[in-house]
């Protein structure tokens, strides 16, 4: 069996793959860009043998410690940070692994760059905010008082930025209050759209044969804080959630990527659809698609060992939920029925597997720490 090895962080999205793959029978070698080795999943049953490099030595480590044999193995990303890093590392890395990517380096990483993706997008057909523009964040405080209000500003390069970096502003005012917060320099500003529904289109690109493999729409039923799109979502057919997949199938292509994917979008409450951004990894959502019966990672170790993957391409896939637990704790005492009533009848969860016994005790332990803790602090008052 063909070796796959996945580059990622201490998180959810990474475990995601691991599992998609581990539930095939495929035992990745995982490379974690941490320098510390405490990690929730580091003693999964799905994992071949895993390590922990600082984002500055992972280029060398891949060449020199993990590649080897007659076969290349499946590289699998599962960061802005690390997708970018492969990218402008590909002439390098090609020679030794079969990577996700467009066949020219640096191609990725331009695109990456939000307003080059929005000017795409819009060629493509795709809608995109009004009034978007590029800002540095220096220059903010001087043409506040122009700004869309009320407007939305996101890191240039979600590579060099956080979500903290992510803020809405409804006035001068707010935008000056905030703008201290932001510790990103280059900024894109948009309209703030008021939306009504957000979803994603989760896929896996083939482009050497045509083919962009698009299962189903993931609709974020609610989100684990305002400044994310991690939270419990659905998998739903394209057909139900009403989305034109055309455009979308060439924006794809025209940024020349193959590999696993996510592309976001918002809808207002005219029906608008907007294009927010494309994430050119595996989507930390991603899970609900295998538990759905679109299992992408597998699809994309497929396809890259001369597999059968066509064969899993016509399969109906099924209705799911997924619920990242953990974050979803900030919402217990709000939503404290809705949080319980999806937990107990979700399809999967992101952050445990109770097939996976000594990640979901480690889990478990954890997550009856932060109960009791909340439970002493409720006490108190």
């Known amino acids: 069996m063909r070796e796959v090895v996945i580059i990622g962080p201490k998180h959810h999205n990474t475990y995601g793959v691991i599992r998609s793959l581990g539930k095939k029978g495929i035992k990745p070698t995982v490379v974690l ?81 939000k307003q080059n993706m929005s000017e795409l997008a819009e060629k493509c057909g795709l809608n995109i905010p009004p009034h978007t523009q590029t800002i540095e964040r220096d220059e903010l405080m001087q043409k506040k008082e122009s700004m869309p209000y009320p407007c939305i500003l996101k890191p240039l390069v979600s590579a060099e930025g956080h979500k903290s970096d992510i803020m809405i502003c409804t006035s001068p005012e707010q935008l000056a209050e905030n703008i201290s917060q932001i510790d990103c320099k280059h900024l894109q500003v948009q309209k703030f759209i008021d939306k009504t529904m957000e979803y994603q289109i989760i896929g ?49 292509q025209a940024t020349g990527y193959s590999g696993l994917f996510s592309v976001e979008f918002i809808r207002d409450s005219q029906g608008r659809d907007y294009f927010m951004e494309m994430n050119f990894r595996n989507d930390g959502n991603a899970i609900v698609m295998t538990a759905g019966g679109a299992n992408l990672p597998y699809m994309w170790y497929l396809y890259n060992t001369d597999g059968d993957w066509r064969d899993l391409c016509g399969k109906k896939i099924k209705k799911a939920t997924a619920v990242p637990l953990f974050p979803m704790l900030s919402w217990l005492k709000s939503r404290p029925l809705y949080i319980l009533s999806k937990s107990l009848t979700c399809s999967v969860f992101m952050d445990i597997d109770f097939c996976d016994p000594k990640t979901t005790c480690r889990q478990l332990a954890t997550l009856v720490t932060i109960l009791k803790t909340q439970l002493v602090k409720r006490i108190k008052r």
Do not use: W
């Open 204 to 252: 896996c690109s083939l482009l050497a044969d045509n083919e962009i493999l698009t299962p189903g729409g993931v609709k974020l039923r609610l989100a684990a804080s305002p400044r994310s799109n991690t939270g419990i979502v659905t998998l739903e057919p394209l057909e139900k959630l009403n989305i034109d997949i055309a455009p979308i199938k060439a924006f794809i």
């Open 33 to 113: 860009d941490s320098d510390t080795d405490d990690c929730f999943f580091a003693k999964s049953r799905y994992i071949g043998s895993i390590s922990h490099i600082p984002v500055p030595q992972m280029i060398d480590h891949l060449t020199s410690h993990v590649a080897g044999g007659d076969e290349k193995p499946v590289l699998i990303c599962c960061s802005d940070t690390l997708s970018s890093l492969v990218d402008i590392n590909r002439d390098m890395l090609a020679d030794k692994y079969m990577i996700p990517g467009a066949s020219r380096q640096g191609a990725i990483t331009h695109l990456m760059n």
